[in-house]
């Protein structure tokens, strides 16, 4: 099995990298000239966009193909006070080189909106800016000129006291939105409310992948060995199959973190625990071909480099794998 690695918008190797340069709306509101202030925002815009493509530049410095962008690209873009302000057309150019770098360089992008996105909720009015924020994400995406494997990811949401009737309502919702909304969304389990097995049931019912997270599972399961979902998380994935896209095909994605101590087992640990995912890796490898693992640990790339050389040190010590490259292993299955 294929396994290629990536980490989550931040770079501890680089200096003076990050793409989340911000400005808060208190400030925003204290300038006198609105006009100069939306222009500060685009310009605070364009230059994280260029650290992002200096990211993706570091990203095939270490053979990364894969990368989740931040979603703080554009400061206070769906922000309701600047309904009509659109930051697009002028940031058109910037987004179209960081797209068009990623297509040339073979590279999985995606997003990951931020926890306010639900569109498992009651209330209207978090609906709607839940949808706003989602066009957000996915015009950004098509400003780089990416087709509909660049994915955002997002949770079902809460219950709201009602599981069964929350997950009804996230479906409602879901097939209430436009296509090329719907055609960008994969579905997480989350460490609380929703776990694998209840997400991967509202996924195959909307028609969208999932994207299992094996440390969530760890801490909110129904009992069940995470291998176990895997073949019916697979075929969320079919229409992303060579079978059905051929040359435009995507493997499946997992997310992989480690628990930051026993006495707190959500948070995520500086770097990541090989043997949880090693094992999770090999009992799949038999009827996986390929397969993307997004490491979720606080030290970003330096957690992705820390991971090869352990995947190195079992590759030494005659186990399961062969490092292809820095960023990509062949795992062999359980015999």
Not at 5 to 11: D, E, K, R, T
Not at 71 to 93: F, R, V
């Amino acid at each position: 099995m294929l396994v290629r690695f990536g980490f989550v918008a931040m770079s501890t190797q680089l200096e003076n990298a990050s793409p989340s340069r911000t400005m808060t709306m208190a400030n925003f509101a204290k300038l006198d000239d609105r006009e100069a202030g939306l222009r500060r925002l685009e310009l605070l815009a364009e230059e994280n966009l260029r650290n992002t493509l200096r990211l993706l530049k570091h990203c095939k410095y270490m053979d990364v193909k894969v990368y989740r962008l931040t979603s703080k690209l554009i400061p206070l873009a769906t922000h309701e006070a600047l309904a009509d302000w659109s930051p697009y057309e002028p940031l058109a150019p910037a987004f179209a080189e960081v797209g068009r770098f990623a297509k040339e360089n073979g590279m999985r992008l995606s997003f990951h909106p931020d926890h306010f996105t639900v569109l498992s909720t009651p209330r209207e009015e978090v609906l709607e800016k839940s949808v706003r924020d989602l066009e957000h994400h996915v015009r950004q995406l098509e400003l780089m000129g990416l087709d509909d494997r660049a994915l955002c990811n997002i949770h079902v949401g809460g219950s709201y006291g009602d599981k069964p009737s929350a997950g009804q309502r996230f479906l409602r919702n879901f097939a209430s939105m436009p296509e090329r909304l719907r055609r960008r969304i994969t579905l997480e389990n989350d460490d609380k409310t929703f776990n694998a097995a209840e997400t991967l049931e509202i996924s195959e019912e909307a028609g969208a992948p999932m994207v299992l997270d094996i440390h969530h599972h760890q801490v909110n399961n129904a009992g069940e060995p995470p291998e176990s979902l895997w073949p019916r998380i697979c075929r969320t994935w079919r229409r992303f199959s060579p079978e059905e896209a051929g040359e435009h095909s995507l493997p499946p994605k997992i997310h992989v973190s480690s628990p930051k101590s026993a006495t707190d087992p959500r948070s995520h640990a500086d770097y990541v625990d090989l043997q949880p995912l090693l094992s999770f890796l090999t009992a799949i490898a038999n009827d996986t071909p390929a397969l993307d693992v997004m490491i979720e640990a606080k030290k970003k790339d330096g957690a992705l480099l820390k991971l090869m050389d352990d995947l190195r040190e079992v590759q030494r010590s005659g186990g399961p794998v062969r490092v292809l490259d820095g960023g990509s292993v062949e795992i062999a299955p359980l015999s």
